[in-house]
T-cell receptor, first 115, second 112 residues
């Protein structure tokens, strides 16, 4: 298993600003994932972050809008850039210990509201 | 493209009832299926993981079944308690892209 600390837990931001979300894991993991959950909807994968390589973004998500860092095997950040009200969502980081195909463990999420 | 649907979207039951949550998926070529619980203001908690070769998994009062050929999974909760109130999500990992595709969830309310 894995224990994931994600912060901030919530934030209210102004349009046009950026927010960086941090995700810290208590053990080394190869693959980390960032998800978005828009109000009333299910989770959508933003990108997969592997240490030592560029993040892989899903269709509809771009690096300029959601830059990701993965400096080591226990830490990652997701930045939501130039925010608009449409970015108001819950953002969750997730890890998959092992080969990345088994159980996913999630952080507690970041509730973002953009005014 | 894999699509995952959960029925019902919301469910309200009195304490003590046994209940079934349903999950269906369009592409049967899956690697595994996972059930999660999501509490307000918290992340997701993994409940059960069923590999494609398995038919069911059990943990305490929870039992999840998988019928891959028909594209269905059910989560059975026995003797429900108010503490079971949460949103339950199923997620399918397909063998192709190996990504996890989430359903829209069932919001469960168990009243005392």
């Amino acid at each position: 298993s894995a224990v994931i600390s994600q912060k901030p837990s919530r934030d209210i931001c102004q349009r046009g600003t950026s927010l960086t979300i941090q995700c810290q894991v208590d053990s080394q993991v190869t693959m980390m994932f960032w998800y978005r959950q828009q109000p009333g909807q299910s989770l959508t994968l933003i990108a997969t972050a592997n240490q030592g390589s560029e993040a892989t973004y899903e269709s509809g998500f771009v690096i300029d809008k959601f830059p990701i860092s993965r400096p080591n095997l226990t830490f990652s950040t997701l930045t939501v850039s130039n925010m608009s009200p449409e970015d108001s969502s819950i953002y969750l980081c997730s890890v998959a210990p092992g080969q990345g195909l088994e159980k996913l463990f999630f952080g507690s999420g970041t509730q973002l509201s953009v005014l | 493209k894999q699509e995952v649907t959960q029925i019902p979207a919301a469910l309200s039951v009195p304490e003590g009832e046994n209940l079934v949550l349903n999950c269906s998926f369009t592409d049967s070529a899956i690697y595994n299926l996972q059930w999660f619980r999501q509490d307000p203001g918290k992340g997701l908690t993994s409940l059960l993981l069923i590999q494609s070769s398995q038919r069911e998994q059990t943990s305490g009062r929870l039992n999840a079944s998988l019928d891959k050929s028909s594209g269905r999974s059910t989560l059975y909760i026995a003797a429900s308690q108010p503490g079971d109130s949460a949103t339950y999500l199923c997620a399918v990992r397909d063998t192709g892209f190996q990504k996890l595709v989430f359903g829209t969830g069932t919001r469960l309310l168990v009243s005392p």
